[in-house]
């Protein structure tokens, strides 16, 4: 993943299919999750000022639709805890991140995280996890 410019995340306004099929299978898998939410991350080198940047994403119907997408700029390039990026090893497609959640809505810890991208989120043969570390 590229370290430098500005780390974008494109997240669904509407309920994410995707994310409800994996949190059922990650609890079928032993993990206990109670909450998924996934977002695509996208980077991008240029230094417009943030304003333009965010109408040039909006306007580009490939990448963003204003019904059903939402817009978060990240900071740093590293997921939070809680948090699991899973990018393609040839970095031919947008990296995915994924938040877990236990039953009390607290960030999923560092190892239950590596659980779930090792049983699920995860295929090490095309695909590579960084954890968010909790910190502790």
């Given at each position: 993943?590229?370290p430098?410019?500005?780390?974008?995340?494109?997240l669904?306004?509407i309920?994410?299919?995707?994310?409800?099929?994996?949190?059922?299978?990650?609890?079928?898998?032993?993990v206990?999750?109670s909450?998924v939410?996934?977002?695509?991350l996208?980077f991008?080198?240029?230094?417009?000022?943030?304003?333009?940047?965010?109408?040039?994403?909006q306007?580009?119907e490939?990448?963003?639709n204003?019904?059903?997408?939402?817009?978060?700029?990240?900071?740093?390039?590293?997921?939070?805890s809680?948090?699991?990026?899973?990018?393609?090893?040839?970095?031919?497609?947008?990296?995915?991140?994924?938040?877990?959640?236990d039953?009390r809505?607290?960030?999923l810890?560092?190892?239950?995280?590596?659980?779930?991208a090792?049983?699920?989120?995860?295929?090490?043969?095309i695909?590579?996890?960084?954890?968010g570390s909790?910190?502790?």
């Amino acid at each position: 993943m590229n370290p430098t410019g500005r780390l974008v995340e494109i997240l669904l306004k509407i309920p994410d299919n995707t994310a409800y099929t994996a949190l059922v299978a990650l609890r079928r898998l032993g993990v206990d999750v109670s909450r998924v939410e996934r977002g695509v991350l996208r980077f991008f080198d240029e230094e417009e000022p943030v304003e333009e940047l965010i109408v040039r994403i909006q306007s580009d119907e490939t990448i963003f639709n204003p019904n059903v997408h939402r817009l978060r700029l990240r900071d740093g390039a590293a997921p939070d805890s809680g948090e699991v990026w899973i990018e393609s090893l040839d970095e031919t497609v947008p990296a995915v991140a994924w938040r877990l959640f236990d039953s009390r809505e607290r960030p999923l810890s560092e190892p239950a995280l590596r659980a779930a991208a090792e049983r699920l989120l995860c295929n090490p043969s095309i695909d590579k996890a960084i954890v968010g570390s909790t910190g502790t």
